[in-house]
Structures are given as C-alpha cells and as structure tokens.
C-alpha cells in the first residue's frame, strides 16, 4: 500500500505586489493562514522562517523571499481500524474517497467506535508510515453513499471548507415535473437526538433540485445546497410529499432499497496550493441506479 505523505510545512513565494507586506498580513489575508495555525507555529522553534532565516510576522518580507511555516502537529484520536477504502485522489494535503452505504463518517461514543471511514484513513496513513491528522470536509450520513473530502492538515481543511461545491443524485418517490427550491426551516423532532422536521422555529434551510428522469413512480433528481444542516435533503422532500425511496425514518418506502437513495456524486473545491478547482465524480452505486431500469 502507498500512500502521499501529508504536508508537514507550507512554503509561500513572496510576489512582487506582496513586497514590503507585514509577513503577519501575508500569511493570513493574502494566503488564509487562519491565526491558529499562525499562533501554533511561532511557539515552535524556527517555526516561521524566510529563506531559512527565522522571521517574526511582525516583520517585512521582500519580493522573492521563501516563507516557510510549519504546520500544527499531526493528532487524531481515531483508532486505526480494516476499513476498506475506494480512493479517488490522493496528494499531500487531500485525501478523496468514495464512501458506500452503511459506513459511517465519524466514530461516536456509544455506538460506532472502531468500525467508521476515520477509522480506516487512520489505519492506511498508520500503515504507509505516516502520522496523521484528518478532517472530513463533507461529512456524509451512515446510509448515504459518494464522495467525502478530506484534509490532511488544518490549512487544507479550513481552504477547502470556504470553497466546496457538492452535488447530490437522490431517487424520490413520485413525479417532480420542474425544478425548484425548497426554503424551509429545520429543527429537532421533539426530543430525538436524530430525527429532524421542517419547523417555523428551525434554522433555515435551502435545497435546490432538478429533476433528471421519472420511472416506475419515482424521480431521480440532480440535488445541490445553499445550506447544510443535519437530514436537509431527506427532510425536505419528505416535507414536499416525495421522500426519498428506502427512507424509512421519513417516509419512504423500504421495498425496492433498504436504504435512502442518495448519493453525493460530485465534488469539486479550490485547491489552496495548487490554486485551482478540482472537480472530481463518483458514479451511481448500483443498489441505487438499479431503481432505474
């Protein structure tokens, strides 16, 4: 097994339009080096340099100038674990996965300890020899299936977080004859730690949706959101009358799949070191594009 090592440092070059910037300016409004990270550097020891020489971010850099900041020191609690992972992209600072249904995103204290996708990027950074510190970037809920980014270090997480675009394929139950936008406020169910329901008192909450192909009764749509909270898209089309099929909690029907039918297939965020967008697509799993036919 191979594997990128994760970043342990981030090195700038100084342009000229930067030149006789305060470093501290440069670092985190030129660059996004949020003041943590910052703070956590200057406490280590030629934590922060130019070409190699130990600088203060109260200081001037110059045009053509090296920054060199170390990163925080890798730290997860996560205990490695033989959780099979489908890779899409690997590099320094990113890890992208295609996660199936029935996996869990995060360990919990109760329930899901050793047996979540942490628990198994844990295990393959541990066993390529590498320290780790993961951050999921779009957490995904156990049953729902695609692509989770993740970040191996804090500089990666927080750029990644500002830019990211997901886009959802869910199959409903019904027909959607348009597209549309679903505006509507999300809160607790009563007292369940889980479920949730529109409610005037919520937080608000926005899905956009369109409508791909109607079936048998059932919709796929194309889903995307100005908003994340916990359930949004289940919740909201079983608030419109066409929950999601397999979606029991909130209406749908469980005889076709056992699961909701929803799947995170594309992904796409700016990547802070490269400076571009990367994009990238997982296809419908086959429990899913099987309602189709």
């Known amino acids: 097994m191979s594997s990128v090592k994760a970043a342990t440092e981030l090195n700038f070059a100084v342009p000229s339009e930067c030149d006789g910037m305060p470093l501290q300016n440069f670092l985190h409004r030129t660059k996004g080096v949020s003041q943590r990270i910052i703070r956590s550097a200057k406490r280590r020891e030629l934590g922060i340099t130019a070409d190699g020489e130990h600088m203060r971010t109260v200081d001037f850099i110059r045009a053509g100038q090296n920054i060199r900041i170390l990163l925080p020191e890798p730290s997860c609690t996560a205990e490695p674990a033989d959780i099979e992972l489908d ?3 690997e590099d320094e600072h990113y890890l992208i996965l295609n996660k199936g249904s029935g996996i869990p995103v995060h360990p919990t204290s109760n329930i899901h300890i050793n047996d979540t996708l942490l628990n198994g990027i844990a295990r393959y950074m541990r066993e390529c020899g590498d320290l780790y510190s993961v951050s999921i970037v779009n ?13 191996k270090n804090a500089y990666a997480a927080e750029l990644a977080a500002r830019s990211v675009e997901k886009e959802y394929l869910a199959v409903c139950e019904g027909k959607l004859d348009a597209s ?8 607790r169910a009563g007292d369940s730690i889980i479920k949730r329901r529109v409610f005037e008192d919520g937080v608000r909450a926005v899905t956009h949706y369109r409508p791909l192909k109607s079936f048998n009764g059932l919709t796929l749509a194309s889903i995307s959101l100005d908003t994340g909270r916990t359930h949004q898209i289940r919740v909201h089309f079983s608030h419109i009358g066409h929950p999601l099929a397999g979606d029991d909690m909130y209406g749908g029907a469980i005889e076709l799949i056992s699961r909701q039918a929803l799947h995170c297939c594309r992904i796409s965020f700016v990547h802070p070191i490269l400076n571009k967008r990367l994009d990238f697509e997982a296809p419908l799993p086959s429990d899913m594009s099987e309602l189709l036919l």
Do not use: M
């Open 87 to 89: 890779i899409v992209y």
């Open 139 to 151: 957490r995904l809920d156990r049953d729902t299936s695609g692509l989770v980014l993740t970040a």
């Open 180 to 187: 549309g936008v679903i505006d509507a406020p999300i809160a």
